[in-house]
C-alpha cells in the first residue's frame, strides 16, 4: 500500500473543487490536453495524495472504438473502521473515467472537442472486481465511467476442496467471487462490501464530474448512469442513496432483492440434493421438460409463435412429463421420474418454509439454461446461491452448502437477509428524492431470466406503487418493462439501446416512453408496454408488426397474479447510512488533512 492519508469526510466536503483553476481567469477556462490530467497538479489528480496509480493516456481509435483519453486510478480515500474496513485499510477503488477528446486533442463535433455534454457511469456485472468498460459511453460521446468497486477478482487464492465439485475453493485473501467479503482472520469485511454495494460506484461517478470539468472547462449538462444485473442493481442503489445527483437511470435485469434472489435461486440444488441426492438435474431432461412448458403454455396469450406473453399465467405442471405419461418423451434419456418432475416442479415454485409458506419468487415456466441447475453431477448453486452463505454468514471458505436441507433453508435465507439486507440489499421504495430533482428510471426484465429470477422485480413494483402514491405518480418517474422471452440482460429485442434512447427521449425532450419497441427477430416486432399495462392485438395485421398491437391502460396489475406477493420475504435495506462523501476527495492545494476519522 502506497502513501495515503487519513481523511475526515467533514473536512473532505469543505475541500470541493477549490484547485479548480476557472475562477482565476476571465473567458473560457484553461484546458489541458490529455496526458497533462496525469502530470499537472492543477487538475486535481497529480499529486494527490488519495489517489495511486495515476494514468492519462489518449487510446487510439480502432475499427469499432473511437478515440478517447483513458484516465485510470486508484481511489484511496476512504480509511479505517469507521468505513468497515480492517484497521488502517483504505478503499482501492480501481477507476477509469473515459473522455471523448478536447478540442486540444483534436476531438470535434461536440458541445466541447468529441463531448456530448453527458456523463455516463458503466454498472458492472455479477461480484464486480474488474473495471467495467466505457467505450460504451466514450463512443457515443458521453464521458464515461467505470470500477471495480473496490476490490479485484484477479487476485485468487485456491485451495483444495473437501466438498468437490468444483476440486479448489476461493480463499482469503483471494477477491474472487464473494470471497472479498470475508478477513483472514475470519470477519466480515463490511467496508468492500458496502464499496461493492454502492460506494465505488458512487466514487467512479463523482469523479468522472470532476475530470470532465476539467478536461473540458464547463460542467456536464447530463449524469446517467446505465447497468445491467449487478449494474442495474448498481443504478437502482444511486437513485435510492443519491437522489438528487443522477438525471436519468438504466437499470436491465436488476439484481435489486440482493440477499434474497441470490440464495434463493440456488433452491433447486438444495431440493435436488436432499430428494434426488445429486447436485443439480440432468440438463438434456430439464431442456425437454422446459420446451414442452412452453408449448403447453404459447397459446395462453392468443398467440402461438413461440412466445409467452404472461409466463405468470403459466401453470404447467412436470408430471405431465413424466415418463408413461401421454405428454412425456418416449425417450428415457428426456422423460422425467416422478421424483425429478417432484424436483422440476419445486423449482418453479420456489423456495417455501416447512410450513408452506412461499419464501421468494421461483423460476418462470419455459426458462432454459438456469444458472447452476444443471447439471446433475456438477450443477451447484449459483455464486450467490452459496457463496455469500458460506463466506459471509459462515464465514468457512469450506462451507458445504449440501449440509443445509430443505427445512432448514428459510432460517437460512432470513439469517443472510437479516445480517446483510442492509449493506447489500437494494429495493428500498423510497424515490422520493430522486423523483423530486426530477430524476427518471426505466427498468427491463426478460421474463425468461435464466440469471435472477425475474419476478421479484413485481414484489417490488407493488412497494412501490405503496410508497410513492400509486401507479400513475410512480408512472411519472420510473417505469418497468417486460420483454417476453428475453433472458438476463437481453434477447428477444431487449437492448441497452433501446432503453437508453427512451431515457435520454424522456429525460432531454420530455417523451414519456409509454412503450417500448422490441426488434424480436429479423421478421417480428412487438410492443412492451410499461407495467402493468398490457398489450393487445388489435385483431387484424400480421402479428409480427408491432404496428398492429396496443397497450391496453390498468390501474393495477391482476390481482390473480400477486396472490403471494404479501408474504415475500423483505429486507432491512439499503438505507442505513451512507458511510460516503459527495464530493470527489481533491485537497485543497498544498494542504494535506492530517487527521483522519480511524481512530480505533
Ligand atoms: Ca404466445
Known amino acids: 500500500m502506497t502513501t495515503h492519508v487519513c481523511i475526515a469526510a467533514a473536512a473532505l466536503l469543505a475541500a470541493v473543487f477549490t484547485a479548480t483553476p476557472a475562477s482565476a481567469h476571465r473567458g473560457p477556462p484553461p484546458t489541458p490536453i490529455c496526458i497533462d490530467l496525469a502530470h499537472n497538479p492543477s487538475w486535481g489528480l497529480a499529486g494527490n495524495p488519495n489517489i495511486t496509480g495515476l494514468t492519462a493516456v489518449i487510446t487510439p481509435a480502432t475499427a469499432i472504438n473511437a478515440a478517447y483519453c483513458q484516465v485510470d486510478f486508484t481511489d484511496e480515500s476512504l480509511e479505517g473502521r469507521s468505513h468497515g474496513y480492517l484497521h488502517g485499510q483504505t478503499s482501492k477503488f480501481r477507476i477509469r473515467v473515459g473522455l471523448p477528446l478536447n478540442a486540444n486533442d483534436g476531438g470535434s463535433g461536440g458541445v466541447q472537442g468529441a463531448w456530448n455534454g453527458k456523463i455516463q457511469s458503466r454498472g458492472n456485472g455479477g461480484f464486480a472486481g474488474n473495471v467495467s468498460g466505457v467505450t460504451p459511453a466514450t463512443n457515443a460521446g458521453y464521458v464515461g465511467t467505470g470500477t471495480d468497486t473496490g476490490h479485484n477478482a484477479t487476485l485468487t487464492n485456491p485451495i483444495p476442496n473437501p466438498n468437490a465439485p468444483p476440486a479448489t475453493v476461493e480463499a482469503p485473501p483471494s477477491e474472487a467471487g464473494a470471497a472479498f467479503g470475508l478477513n483472514p482472520d475470519g470477519t466480515v469485511n463490511f467496508g468492500r462490501i458496502m464499496d461493492y454495494a454502492w460506494r465505488g460506484q458512487h466514487h467512479a461517478n463523482l469523479w468522472g464530474r470532476h475530470v470532465a470539468k476539467v478536461y473540458y472547462g464547463r460542467q456536464h449538462t447530463r449524469n446517467y448512469f446505465v447497468g445491467c444485473s449487478d449494474g442495474g442493481r448498481e443504478g437502482h442503489e444511486m437513485a435510492q442513496r443519491f437522489g438528487d445527483e443522477f438525471d436519468g437511470i438504466v437499470s436491465m435485469s436488476p439484481a435489486i432483492h440482493w440477499d434474497r434472489w441470490g440464495f434463493s435461486g440456488g433452491w433447486g440444488n438444495y431440493v435436488a440434493n436432499e430428494e434426488l441426492g445429486q447436485n443439480g438435474l440432468d440438463a438434456a431432461k430439464f431442456q425437454d421438460v422446459s420446451r414442452r412448458a412452453l408449448e403447453a403454455c404459447d397459446g395462453i396469450d392468443g398467440i402461438v409463435d413461440g412466445m409467452i406473453q404472461e409466463t405468470r399465467r403459466c401453470k404447467y405442471n412436470a408430471n405431465a412429463a413424466v415418463c408413461g405419461q401421454p405428454g412425456a418423451s418416449a425417450n428415457p434419456a428426456l422423460c422425467l421420474t416422478a421424483a425429478e418432475a417432484n424436483v422440476v416442479n419445486k423449482i418453479w415454485d420456489g423456495p417455501r418454509t416447512a410450513s408452506g409458506r412461499k419464501l421468494w419468487v421461483g423460476w418462470e415456466r419455459g426458462t432454459q439454461g438456469i444458472f447452476g441447475i444443471t447439471p446433475a453431477a456438477t450443477g451447484a448453486p449459483t455464486l450467490f446461491g452459496e457463496q455469500i452463505n458460506r463466506y459471509w454468514v459462515h464465514r468457512d471458505a469450506l462451507f458445504n452448502w449440501r449440509s443445509i436441507s430443505q427445512a432448514e433453508f428459510a432460517s437460512e435465507q432470513r439469517t443472510l437477509t437479516q445480517q446483510f439486507s442492509p449493506f447489500i440489499g437494494s429495493d428500498s421504495p423510497d424515490l422520493h428524492e430522486f423523483k423530486r430533482s426530477g430524476g427518471k428510471l426505466i427498468v427491463s426484465y426478460g421474463n425468461f431470466d435464466q440469471i435472477i429470477p425475474p419476478n421479484g422485480h ?93 397497450c391496453q391502460v390498468n390501474d393495477s396489475d391482476d390481482p390473480a397474479l400477486l396472490r403471494e406477493e404479501a408474504g415475500l420475504l423483505r429486507g432491512e435495506g439499503p438505507l442505513r447510512g451512507n458511510h460516503d462523501i459527495r464530493e470527489v476527495p481533491i485537497p485543497h492545494r498544498g494542504h494535506r488533512h492530517g487527521h483522519g476519522d480511524d481512530r480505533d
Open 458 to 550: 413485481y414484489n417490488y413494483m407493488q412497494r412501490l406503487f405503496d410508497e410513492m402514491g400509486g401507479v400513475r405518480r410512480t408512472q411519472d418517474f420510473y417505469r418497468y418493462y417486460m420483454f417476453p422471452n428475453a433472458t438476463h440482460c437481453g434477447g428477444a429485442g431487449m437492448t441497452e439501446n433501446v432503453l437508453l434512447n427512451a431515457l435520454t427521449n424522456w429525460v432531454e425532450k420530455g417523451v414519456k416512453p409509454d412503450h417500448l419497441v422490441a426488434q424480436v427477430n429479423a421478421t417480428r416486432t412487438r410492443k412492451v408496454c410499461m407495467y402493468p399495462n398490457t398489450p393487445r392485438y388489435s385483431g387484424t395485421g400480421s402479428t409480427d408488426d408491432e404496428a398492429n398491437f396496443v
